[in-house]
C-alpha cells in the first residue's frame, strides 16, 4: 500500500495515453517564463494540467479557483489580490504558484514533498514527517489523505512525460533574480 501511492510510472503509463489539455499549447510557453523568472525549473508549470487541465476559470467546491488552484488566504500570502480575482489570471497566479513552489522546495528540501504540501498544506506534511519519522514522501504516503497520495505521483508523472524528464530530479530552486 505505501509503494503503491509514490509509483509514477502507474501514472506515466495513463499520461502517455492521452494527450495534453486544449489550454496547454496556448499557455506552456508563456507560463514558463513566470517560472523562470521565479527561480524555479519551468516543467512545473504543468501542474496546472492536474489542477486545472490549464482552464484559467477553474473553481473547486472547496473555494480553489484559477489554473493553480489556489485558495484565498495561500493567494493572498503569495501575492494575489482578490479584487479584482487574480487567482484567474494565468501569468499572475503562475508567478504565484512558482513562489509557493520554492517555498516549499525550501521548506522540505524535495520535490514530491514540496507537491505534497502544495496539494494537502504545510501543516499536513510536517505533521506527517514528525508522527513517522520519515523524509520521504514514500515513508509518509501512508498517513497522508488518499487525494494526496494520488496527487503526488500523477504530477510528477505528468511533468515527466511532457517534458521527457525525471521531474522528481529537477533541480532546486535558484535564487530569485533582483529585478533592475
Known sequence: RRKEASRPDLWIQRIRRRPPPPGAARWVPRLKKAFSDEGVPPEWVWIAEVESAFRPDARSPAGAAGMFQFMPATARRFGLAERPDERLRPKSSATAAARYLRFLYQKFQAW???????NAGEGTVA???????GKTFEDIAHVLPLETRLYVPKVLATV???EKVDAARLPAPKV?????
Open 176 to 180: 530569485r533574480r533582483s529585478r533592475s
Open 112 to 118: 514530491p514533498l514540496a507537491l505534497a504540501a502544495y
Open 127 to 133: 505533521r506527517a514527517l514528525k508522527k513517522t519519522g
Open 160 to 162: 515527466s512525460v511532457r
